[in-house]
């Protein structure tokens, strides 16, 4: 029997992910016994975890291995993917407080919950074995189908949760079965056995491994909500909890995505010409078929589930460009994403109302009398998602463009500014609603509670310093 040596630096390599998981265990169990009073606390004591696990991730930087007999690899890439997750959650715990506030639930379990598939989107951010990958996304995905239907007796809810889990048990089932066909074809599941594999073989690398590639690619395009497998996206997004809606819509997101670079646009690197042209053609249709139906959503939530399809697209430019500016401007788009995301849905969850009754975008109407500060957070969101300048949104998708051009997809790029402009047209529309519309009467915002104020200072500060300043985040990307 082989055995298998385990030292510090292996665990040192997950510290970030012990923590978060260890700080799930203990809230799940503080909220099962410990007094009412104390219940109130748990939120916070989420963000100590957090916190603790952001300090844990600056014993990462620098640092470059692979730990647990290849499983686990530290570096740069693991640190940035971290820090997105990890700020995903601090943020969506604040935006859940003022929910609670707002629905009179107690989410008790729903904090441990977002810490759990936290653990999962790192494990699947620091993967170096398609193994871990899979590990990682089953963590965080059981968590989400928990997660989307936490509204027990809204029906929305429940049938958000049942269709995100049908269908995401559905894209598992071609992910394993993409993973057995490449540990057929190479003998390993080891990532850099992989990227040995197609090295060696990048002209034939043969059927099977092709197909497994194939059905990998799928799998991930479940999760990132890539067209033609994005069916689940609007009506999970529209049936979740707002806060679990931000939490899938840039968490999933980006694990899905950090699943992808790791698997073919590093480990496959050498085999791009086999599939670079499904990846170009899925970019393209996701762009277009989430920007065009977005423009007829009434649903301030539908749309930004579309929106997200879209953003999808724009992302999957920067992976099909594989080239050395492709990381970076992925993980640059992936930041901002973060902030301009979360900032519309911390404000469409404060228009919405209890039960969410006010989520159409007609609610939104005369918001810049009524509540001028929510008003302005969300013209400055739609706007950085359009990609106006001088907002991140703006500098986000030229890099990723840019990257685009360096490897001569020069029709993809004009895709990407087509499309750019057709999303102009709902993006505008909440603005016009909010400031060129008399405001309803039945509409009631609920107060800004300081977990969702510092959600939208953050969110605003985010958008206008990576917009302004983007040289200083990318000397830390490249």
Known sequence: MATIN????????????????IFGVYLMLQGVFAPRFHR????YLALVGILAALAGNFFLVGKFYTAFEGMVKVDHLTVMFNFIFLLTAALCILLTQSYSEQEHIEFIEYIPLILFSTAGMMLMGSAESLMTIFLGLETMSIALYILAG????NRYSLEAALKYFLLGAFATGFLLYGIALLYGAVGSTNLAKVAEFFSKNNQQPGLLALLGMGLIIIGFGFKVALVPFHMWTPDVYQGSPIPVTAFMAVGAKAAGF??????VTLAAASATFQWTEVLW?????TMTVGNIIALVQDDIKRMLAY???AHAGYILIGVVAANDSTVA????????????NLGAFAVAGLVSGKNERYVKIKYFSGLGRTQPMLALVMTICMFSLAGFPPTGGFMGKFFLFKAALQSGYIWLVIFGAINTLISVYYYIRVVVAMYMQEPLEEQKVEPILPGAGLVLLVSLLGIFYLGIFPGTTLSILF
């Open 258 to 263: 950090a699943a992808m670079l790791r698997v």
């Open 307 to 309: 929106s997200s399809i």
């Open 329 to 340: 401007a992925v993980l640059f788009y992936l930041v901002i994403y973060l902030f301009m």
């Open 150 to 153: 936490f509204r027990r007796t």
């Open 40 to 43: 109130m606390v748990l939120p």
């Open 281 to 285: 053609i899925l970019a393209v249709l």
């Open 6 to 21: 385990i030292g510090s630096a292996d665990f040192i390599a997950i510290l970030p992910i012990i923590i978060v998981s």
